[in-house]
């Protein structure tokens, strides 16, 4: 397992940046595909990004192409996701899962992913 822990969350006012951190412990992080989702109150759990298990291909929900951008460290087993341009519509709980599959391509599939972490609050004031 990955074991994802989520940090980085705060308050902020609309068009200001946060970045958010994903540490892992597992010794199958470099082989397991990475994303970020968020959940608003009375919402579903909504894919944000994701990135491939070498750090390749990324793929971007519409809503936050252009303003986001993920990456990642093998060496350090962490997961970043820069947030600009923040909106009040991206408040949410933000979750870090890795994918069930080891070198699975990038998805946007909830189902793709079963390791998450307790998630991290973000909060954009307008």
């Known amino acids: 397992q990955v074991q994802p822990v989520e940090s980085g969350g705060g308050l902020v006012q609309a068009g200001g940046s946060l970045r958010l951190s994903c540490a892992a412990t597992?010794?199958?992080?470099?082989?397991?595909?990475m994303a970020w989702f968020r959940q608003a109150p009375g919402n579903e759990r909504e894919f944000v990004g994701s990135?491939?298990?070498?750090?390749?291909?990324?793929l971007y929900s519409d809503s936050v192409k252009g303003r986001f951008t993920i990456s990642r460290d093998n060496a350090k087993k962490t997961v970043l996701l820069q947030m600009n341009n923040l909106e009040p519509e991206d408040t949410a709980i933000y979750y870090c899962?890795?994918?069930?599959?080891?070198?699975?391509?990038?998805?946007?599939?909830?189902?793709?992913?079963?390791?998450w972490g307790q998630g991290t609050q973000v909060t954009v004031s307008s």
């Open positions: 597992g010794r199958s992080f470099n082989r397991k595909a």
């Open positions: 990135i491939a298990w070498n750090g390749g291909p990324t």
């Open positions: 899962a890795a994918s069930r599959v080891d070198f699975a391509g990038i998805s946007s599939r909830v189902y793709d992913y079963d390791d």
